[in-house]
Nanobody, 123 residues
């Protein structure tokens, strides 16, 4: 079992920044990936960014490439999502997710999820 706890959401004006954190605990494997997804009201949960923990390889959705940065705590088990130049369309509940093995952008391939943190961007 892996437990994930997100934090760092809030209300920000368009053009502003936020940093989300996700702390993992429990039985993580030696090779795993962590990702951020988001879900806006009335929409499906969509992929945002992911990182393969052991090698630091990252992958982003086109909609956030160049604005968001996913990173990990080198000596711990926390993953971050730094969000710059936020837009109203970034408003959503952001979820952290975990899976063993390589990165994917497919929601159903992730085994463990956090409870979500709300990000609201005002225009």
């Amino acid at each position: 079992q892996v437990q994930l706890v997100e934090s760092g959401g809030g209300l920000v004006q368009a053009g502003g920044s936020l940093r989300l954190s996700c702390a993992a605990s429990g039985r993580t494997s030696g090779d795993y990936s962590m990702a951020w997804f988001r879900q806006a009201p009335g929409k499906e949960r969509e992929f945002v960014a992911a990182i393969r923990w052991a090698i630091g390889f990252t992958y982003y959705a086109d909609s956030v490439e160049g604005r968001f940065t996913i990173s990990r705590e080198n000596d711990g088990s926390t993953v971050y999502l730094l969000m710059n130049n936020l837009k109203p369309e970034d408003t959503a509940t952001y979820y952290c997710a975990y899976r063993n093995g390589v990165i994917t952008s497919t929601r159903t391939t992730y085994d463990y999820w956090g409870q979500g943190t709300q990000v609201t961007v005002s225009s």
